[in-house]
């Protein structure tokens, strides 16, 4: 009996574990989604890298002090598909980004839409 329930468990265990680590990657476990942000900064860096592309810009705070933040989008072929390539967004380009700020306070934001120099408007 006790070989039984052991075999049970060992094999439940992989997919008591599955749904945890799967929404670990690919949810916005780390982002804020009850509350949207929206800041205009300018661009010092942007990666087109999978699993996610991402913007370097910084954002003059308040207080006159820049602050360098990293706005996560998806991926380089789900942006591929809406036009986008290496050369969307460059380094000195002014942007308003939109979207779910980081849990933790870092200067970290989900894009869920951006307007780009040239004033078109993207959704993530």
Not at 42 to 58: G, L, Q
Not at 91 to 112: C, F, H, L, M, Q
Request: glycine share 8%.
């Amino acid at each position: 009996m006790k070989n039984v329930l052991f075999a049970a468990l060992a094999l439940a265990a992989p997919f008591l574990v599955i749904p945890d680590s799967a929404s670990a990657h690919h949810g916005y476990a780390a982002f804020d989604t009850k509350a949207t942000i929206t800041l205009q900064g300018t661009v010092t860096d942007f990666h087109f890298v999978n699993p996610h592309c991402v913007i370097e810009f910084d954002v003059k705070a308040g207080t006159g002090q820049v602050v360098n933040w990293k706005a996560e989008l998806s991926s380089v072929n789900h942006l591929t598909q809406q036009g986008w390539s290496e050369s969307s967004v460059q380094t000195g380009d002014e942007v308003t980004v939109t979207g779910y700020r980081a849990k933790n306070g870092a200067p970290s934001i989900w894009v869920t839409k951006i307007v780009l120099p040239n004033g078109t408007s993207n959704t993530n």
